[in-house]
């Protein structure tokens, strides 16, 4: 199981001077979070954690409740976890003392229905002397069965799928009063300012 779950929010790429090298480096923002509730076997039919980021409080004199703008779930739990999780007082950077390594889990940036020259980095043709051929989708390489096989390189859609490194790196943390901020090396999946799921 593992020792702790965050969310997380990327922001920008940036790289820092380490052991004679420069190296590339992903800034994510921690957020204020908290579990709250699980989700069991008997009611709704899995095991889950439910966390909620950037709460919102209303108007209590007026019988408004609480609402979360954010909430995502951990499915990667077990029945001791709920036991060990009363003895975490905050879910914030303090949970990943001592850890090197991560996991990381999110969205790609879709891109779209883009073309082979995109989707597949397909070479130009001639653009001169009366070539139609510039960015034509070149020969199918199949005589028969007379159709296109499956698996041939064509135009579709482009990401936005869930994608899942492992063992990423933290170079540094910085913990201030006003934000918790963590340096992974490489790139991470998702865009500015979206939300990723941290395993450690």
């Known amino acids: 199981m593992n020792k702790a779950w965050l969310i997380v929010s990327k922001k920008e790429m940036t790289k820092i001077w380490q052991n004679g090298k420069f190296v590339p480096v992903t800034i994510v923002q921690i957020h204020p979070q908290e579990i709250i509730r699980f989700k069991t076997?008997?009611?709704?039919?899995?095991?889950?954690?439910?966390?909620?980021?950037?709460?919102?409080?209303?108007?209590?004199?007026?019988?408004?409740?609480t609402q979360y703008s954010k909430t995502i779930e951990f499915r990667n739990i077990d029945e001791n976890?709920?036991?060990?999780?009363?003895?975490?007082?905050?879910?914030?950077?303090?949970?990943?003392?001592?850890?090197?390594?991560?996991?990381?889990?999110?969205?790609?940036?879709?891109?779209?229905f883009q073309w082979v020259m995109k989707r597949f980095h397909a070479k130009w043709?001639?653009?001169?002397?009366?070539?139609?051929?510039?960015?034509?989708?070149?020969?199918?390489?199949?005589?028969?069965?007379?159709?296109?096989?499956?698996?041939?390189?064509?135009?579709?859609?482009?990401?936005?799928?869930?994608?899942?490194?492992?063992?990423?790196?933290?170079?540094?943390?910085?913990?201030?009063?006003?934000?918790?901020?963590?340096?992974l090396k490489w790139s991470i999946p998702g865009s500015y300012n979206w939300f990723i799921k941290l395993f450690a």
């Open 81 to 112: 976890f709920v036991n060990e999780y009363k003895t975490w007082t905050n879910m914030d950077i303090n949970l990943l003392e001592g850890v090197k390594m991560v996991n990381i889990q999110g969205i790609s940036k879709g891109k779209g």
């Open 125 to 183: 043709g001639p653009k001169t002397h009366g070539s139609k051929f510039h960015r034509q989708i070149w020969s199918l390489w199949n005589r028969k069965p007379r159709r296109v096989q499956k698996g041939h390189p064509h135009a579709g859609r482009m990401w936005g799928e869930q994608i899942t490194l492992k063992n990423i790196k933290i170079i540094d943390k910085i913990n201030n009063k006003d934000e918790q901020l963590l340096l």
């Open 41 to 65: 076997e008997e009611k709704d039919g899995y095991l889950a954690a439910v966390v909620w980021v950037d709460k919102k409080e209303l108007k209590k004199d007026r019988w408004q409740k």
